[in-house]
């Protein structure tokens, strides 16, 4: 017996810019030949939403528009050209909701570059609703007996962390600090950056993050709200008093951008992956030349790290706290994270 589908639903939608989302019914969108509907059960709740809100980014988004882009969920239909995948799978959808498989980028596995990627939660309708859509090619199979609510936030936060820790080029044994890392991504990437032989130096600020990040196995915590020299306080942390070999920069506040290059070690790598508005990373040329720093970007990750991701997750490696709430409650989680008041992640529970 096929899964019942009924013809209308629960959603969070973002009729303006700036929000608030409002709750209400609509239609369940009916999937194309290259899709699947996906009944969500669970999803996290990105800054990379809140974002969207906003309109904090120079990229144009659909109006009105339901958000996310962490959703766990079950196949219920499928088009008939979507492949790899069936109905009663288990399933996430990710930022990336499709792309056009053929150009340079999506053939060299670098999808998140194509230029007609498709977007879950900001192009296209996301996970805030009880029925997505995704491009089946896109879509992460998930094992069955992973929790749909601890994988959500893997969907994004985790992919993006993995694939930020792998660009960094930083090996077992070396130093990597992580700036946001009581937010969402940074509780993540503290998991990842472990199971990856890493050591953790985080910075965030308050007693709360400090708490979390401790738990999570950062070897120092630094409350940027407090300490009065970050620099000299990551290079006492490191060994050698020389600094971090890789910086993630995880926060959605611009300061960090235009500092990390004080405290990276020489060779050693910046990674730019949160996007606060109107920011710019600044570094010195001098230094930059003379310690012979890389400073890169990091976009989510493909296909394959999104499974490489999971499969980290799915072997007991990655535990960050997250709250659940209901789907309900998703302008209260917008003005929690304004405030930089969640440490970790939100799920959201999507009624059913
Ligand atoms: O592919 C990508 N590059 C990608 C993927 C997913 C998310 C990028 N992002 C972006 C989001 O759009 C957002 O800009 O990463 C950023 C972080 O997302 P998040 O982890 O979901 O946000 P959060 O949970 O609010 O955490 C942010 C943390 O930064 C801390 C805050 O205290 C919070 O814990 N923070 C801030 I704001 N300023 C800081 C500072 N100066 C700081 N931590 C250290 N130093
Ligand atoms: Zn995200």
């Not at 669970?42 to 659909?62: E, I, R």
């Not at 609703?129 to 199979?141: C, D, E």
């Not at 601890?150 to 993006?160: N, Q, R």
């Not at 030349?289 to 989510?300: F, P, T």
Request: net charge neutral.
């Amino acid at each position: 017996m096929p899964p019942t589908i009924p013809d209308k639903q629960w959603a969070q939608v973002i009729e303006k810019k700036g929000g608030p989302p409002v709750y209400k019914q609509i239609p369940v969108p009916k999937p194309g030949p290259d899709e699947v509907l996906v009944n969500i059960k669970y999803t996290g709740v990105c800054h990379t939403d809140l974002h969207a809100m906003n309109g904090d980014w120079p990229l144009p988004l659909k109006m009105p528009l339901v958000g996310g882009h962490e959703g766990a969920g079950v196949v219920v239909a499928k088009g008939e050209l979507a492949k790899g995948i069936e109905v009663g799978d288990h399933a996430g959808i990710k930022w990336l909701n499709g792309s056009c498989l053929s150009c340079e980028f999506c053939k060299t596995a670098d999808e998140p570059l194509c230029a007609e990627q498709q977007l879950s939660g900001y192009t296209v309708d996301g996970t805030f609703q009880q029925y997505a859509i995704g491009k089946a090619a896109h879509v992460s199979k998930l094992p069955e007996e992973v929790p749909l609510d601890a994988v959500a936030p893997i969907l994004c936060a985790g992919i993006t962390v993995y694939k930020g820790l792998k660009e960094s080029g930083a090996r077992p044994g070396q130093t990597v600090a992580i700036v946001g890392a009581g937010g969402g991504l940074g509780s993540l990437a503290q998991q990842y950056a472990k199971a990856m032989g890493l050591r953790v130096l985080a910075i965030d600020g308050g007693d709360e993050k400090r708490a979390m990040c401790e738990k999570l196995g950062a070897e120092t915590f630094i409350d940027f709200t407090k300490t009065k020299d970050i620099v000299a306080d990551v290079k006492a942390a490191t060994p050698g008093g020389l600094g971090a070999h890789a910086v993630l920069l995880l926060a959605v506040s611009e300061k960090p951008f235009q500092q990390a290059c004080d405290y990276v070690r020489s060779r050693g790598s910046i990674v730019a992956i949160g996007m606060p508005a109107n920011a710019f990373v600044k570094a010195p040329v001098f230094e930059t030349v003379v310690k012979m720093i890389n400073i890169k970007g990091s976009y989510v990750g493909n296909r394959q790290d999104g499974v490489e991701a999971v499969d980290f997750f799915a072997r007991g490696l990655i535990h960050a706290p997250f709250k659940v709430a209901p789907l309900e409650d998703l302008p209260k989680i917008f003005e929690l994270m304004q405030q930089g008041k969640i440490a970790g992640r939100y799920v959201l529970e999507i009624p059913q």
